[in-house]
């Protein structure tokens, strides 16, 4: 059982907002992902942490910005949110002795829609 | 560069076998995996293939890799309605970067 959490799970707010989706994990996993899941499915990765005070940029450019300031922490922040940052934001982990990132646990995800 | 190809819809009935498939361009991947999405839910991994290997059975699962075509695919022996989720082929590379494809909504039909 992957113990990876997400909050909060559905959020709805207005443009030029200032919002923080949270991501937690108990297994004491150093590598730690967002990615971004389009209404078509898609998933896309925005950001990724290999340990403490490590944050990359992914392979889509968003607008948001990552921190890694404890191990088990890695929130997401967007400093004004509009309507193109609707979408779901899904948190991941993995073991980094896993060298190939061979599993990664996913949390439930965060549905954003912002009006 | 990196792509992930999958079909977007399969639709089957209870009890018949369903096959997703999935094309990939970058050759150099180490795994290659299927997750699975049921709805509001995030992502759990079913299975997966090292790139050196042909096939892989897990119980009602069955990977095949054909990398002379990069083409992936997975079998659900037996379908049920409880398999109906979202299926996502994807790729990693050494580092642990992951590429998904689109996925492929599977509907099951009692």
């Known amino acids: 059982e992957a113990d990876i959490y997400q909050t909060p799970r559905y959020l709805v707010i207005g443009t030029g907002k200032k919002i923080t989706l949270e991501c937690s994990q108990t297994?004491?996993?150093?590598?730690m992902y967002w990615y971004q899941q389009d209404p078509g499915m898609e998933l896309h990765l925005i950001h990724y942490?290999?340990?403490?005070?490590?944050?990359e940029k992914g392979d889509l450019s968003s607008e948001s910005t990552v921190s890694r300031i404890r191990t088990e922490h890695f929130p997401l922040t967007l400093e004004s949110a509009r309507p193109s940052h609707t979408s779901q934001y899904l948190c991941?982990?993995?073991?980094?002795?896993?060298?190939?990132?061979?599993?990664?646990?996913f949390g439930p995800g965060t549905r954003l829609t912002v009006t | 560069g990196e792509d992930v190809e999958q079909s977007l819809f399969l639709s089957v009935r209870e009890g018949d076998s369903s096959v997703i498939n999935c094309t990939y361009t970058?050759?150099?991947?180490?795994?290659l995996y299927w997750y699975k999405q049921e709805p509001g839910a995030g992502l759990q991994l079913l299975t997966y293939?090292?790139?050196?290997?042909d096939m892989k059975q897990d119980q009602r699962l069955t990977v095949l890799l054909n990398k002379k075509d990069k083409h992936l695919s997975l079998r659900i022996a037996d379908t049920q309605t409880g398999d109906s989720a979202i299926y996502f082929c994807?790729?990693?590379?050494?580092?642990?970067?992951?590429?998904f494809g689109q996925g492929t909504e599977l509907s099951v039909k009692p």
């Open positions: 297994m004491g996993h150093d590598k």
């Open positions: 293939i090292f790139s050196n290997m």
């Open positions: 970058d050759s150099s991947s180490t795994y």
């Open positions: 991941a982990s993995s073991d980094i002795r896993d060298r190939d990132g061979h599993e990664q646990y």
């Open positions: 942490s290999y340990g403490v005070n490590s944050t």
């Open positions: 994807a790729e990693s590379f050494q580092g642990g970067k992951l590429i």
